[in-house]
């Protein structure tokens, strides 16, 4: 599958057999247009109310699917072949498309417990804020966060960069690769994953997707 950034917490994702948006109305936070796109599910990690709500529905059309599916409640949801699951009183999304495994992390609260994420299997993507500001675990969670989940892949997301016309308390992805001390760090457009890697034979990589 394919991952894309279109800014701060909203990517694409394009599976074999649908597309997936992550987040889009975040980029009205950090006042951002929300581009119309083609997808088929749209996932949300924050509460939105019915105007909120109705607007998206407005700016996304299916692109292979007959709907599009908007996907804000603790479940399980099947569309496709992709499993799509979030927890009760959580607000973090793990996708399966047969043995690939992404862990998508939105909007989440500095009073984040790490713990919460142990155990969550062999995570292949990890897609996390790391911009700390007034919204976001502060650098030494997320940190250990990202040591719980053990991903392959960690793609970082929430953080501040020069085209945002809002959230100035945010920190820079450079300020947090600093923080963490990760190196094996490459940026690019988008990223072509697959699962079935095995863990041992090699390390994290980081990608930032520009």
Same mark, same amino acid.
Request: glycine fraction near 8%; charged fraction near 30%.
């Given at each position: 599958?394919?991952?894309?950034?279109?800014?701060?917490?909203?990517?694409?994702?394009?599976?074999?057999?649908?597309?997936?948006?992550?987040?889009?109305?975040?980029?009205?936070?950090?006042?951002?247009?929300?581009?119309?796109?083609?997808?088929?599910?749209?996932?949300?990690?924050?509460?939105?109310?019915?105007?909120?709500?109705?607007?998206?529905?407005?700016?996304?059309?299916?692109?292979?699917?007959?709907?599009?599916?908007?996907?804000?409640?603790?479940?399980?949801?099947?569309?496709?072949?992709?499993?799509?699951?979030?927890?009760?009183?959580?607000?973090? !999304?793990?996708?399966?498309?047969?043995?690939?495994? =992404?862990?998508?992390? $939105?909007?989440?609260? &500095? #009073? @984040?417990?790490?713990? *919460?994420?142990?155990?969550?299997?062999?995570?292949?993507?990890?897609?996390?804020?790391?911009?700390?500001?007034?919204?976001?675990?502060?650098?030494?969670?997320?940190?250990?966060?990202?040591?719980?989940?053990?991903?392959?892949?960690?793609?970082?997301?929430?953080?501040?960069?020069?085209?945002?016309?809002?959230?100035?308390?945010?920190?820079?992805?450079?300020?947090?690769?600093?923080?963490?001390? !990760?190196?094996?760090?490459?940026?690019?457009?988008? =990223?072509?994953?697959? $699962?079935?890697?095995? &863990? #041992? @034979?090699?390390?994290? *990589?980081?990608?930032?997707?520009?």
């Amino acid at each position: 599958m394919k991952i894309e950034s279109l800014g701060y917490l909203s990517f694409l994702l394009s599976f074999d057999h649908l597309n997936m948006l992550t987040d889009p109305l975040s980029l009205e936070d950090i006042g951002l247009k929300v581009p119309k796109k083609k997808t088929d599910a749209v996932i949300y990690s924050k509460n939105l109310d019915e105007k909120s709500m109705e607007k998206a529905e407005s700016l996304f059309t299916p692109s292979r699917k007959d709907r599009v599916l908007h996907i804000k409640a603790p479940g399980e949801y099947e569309l496709g072949g992709l499993m799509i699951r979030r927890g009760i009183d959580s607000n973090v !999304y793990i996708l399966d498309e047969d043995d690939l495994r =992404i862990l998508y992390i $939105g909007y989440i609260s &500095k #009073e @984040v417990k790490v713990d *919460d994420f142990k155990n969550l299997g062999d995570v292949d993507v990890l897609i996390i804020p790391v911009g700390d500001g007034a919204n976001f675990p502060e650098f030494g969670d997320v940190v250990k966060i990202v040591n719980k989940v053990d991903p392959l892949v960690l793609i970082p997301s929430g953080y501040k960069t020069d085209d945002m016309k809002a959230g100035g308390d945010l920190k820079t992805v450079q300020e947090f690769l600093k923080q963490a001390g !990760y190196t094996n760090v490459r940026y690019e457009k988008s =990223i072509n994953v697959s $699962g079935g890697v095995d &863990k #041992e @034979v090699r390390n994290m *990589d980081v990608v930032i997707l520009e």
